[in-house]
């Protein structure tokens, strides 16, 4: 028990929320046993509501609307960008933990893109900062990583310095800078060979925008994690 939530191998609410979300996108696109299904998982999404877990509750949020616009179809991707450009326009100040959405949602990737370190601290500083230093190191070794584990080294460097939790906070992003292109290939081929795979024995997915949708929610369900895979406990 930790701050009276069961987190079984999970140090803090943020990892076992995360570990949650992954199966909610499941039981809600089940065909069988749906009353049983969104009866879990709304009780899924009401722990990682106890948690306060803001991330991993708006990826979920954030399948729940594909869900819904996917019935439109093609017109549902229409409807999908006014609707997020209409939503963000109207609450882009609208304060959620201290920081505006804008704050959030889109100040930090100017910042990635261009590599431009905060300067303040911050919960949403430090994160941003802490996927920066790492994908600068995954520069400086030429695509190749920094190895299984050694993202946590980095913080310990005088240059790349965090004042709150010094971790990446994204398990894709993690990954991508200790393996470098290695993993990204590794991936790659191994859609291909579960496409062909598919083709083979005839396998049809009733929808596969929901994969590409899942993945989605996953890499954003993934910053709410505290550290990562390999660096000290299982996630």
């Not at 960008?81 to 939503?87: E, H, M, P, R």
């Not at 609208?94 to 949602?105: F, I, P, S, V």
């Not at 590794?186 to 496409?195: G, N």
């Amino acid at each position: 028990l930790y701050r009276n939530t069961l987190n079984i191998y999970y140090w803090v609410e943020n990892d076992f929320s995360a570990a949650l979300a992954s199966f909610i996108p499941f039981l809600l696109v089940s065909p069988e046993k749906k009353s049983m299904n969104r009866f879990l998982a709304l009780l899924g999404i009401l722990v990682i509501i106890y948690n306060d877990s803001r991330i991993a509750l708006l990826s979920i949020v954030f399948f729940l609307v594909f869900l819904l616009l996917n019935r439109f179809k093609r017109l549902g991707y229409v409807l999908s960008a006014f609707g997020v450009i209409i939503l963000f326009v109207v609450f882009r100040d609208y304060k959620l933990g201290g920081n505006t959405l804008y704050q959030l949602l889109v100040d930090p990737f100017g910042h990635i893109f261009t590599l431009t370190r905060y300067v303040q601290y911050g919960s949403v500083y430090d994160r941003t900062n802490a996927l920066i230093f790492g994908i600068t190191e995954l520069f400086n070794s030429w695509g190749f990583g920094v190895g299984p584990g050694n993202v946590t080294s980095i913080y310990k460097l005088p240059e790349y310095y965090l004042r709150t939790a010094q971790s990446m906070h994204n398990f894709v992003g993690q990954v991508i800078v200790e393996y470098g292109w290695l993993i990204i290939f590794m991936v790659i081929y191994a859609l291909v060979q579960l496409y062909n795979l598919r083709r083979q024995l005839g396998i049809k997915i009733k929808d596969d925008r929901l994969l590409y949708v899942y993945f989605l929610t996953m890499a954003l369900a993934s910053l709410s994690q505290s550290e990562g895979l390999f660096s000290n406990y299982f996630f």
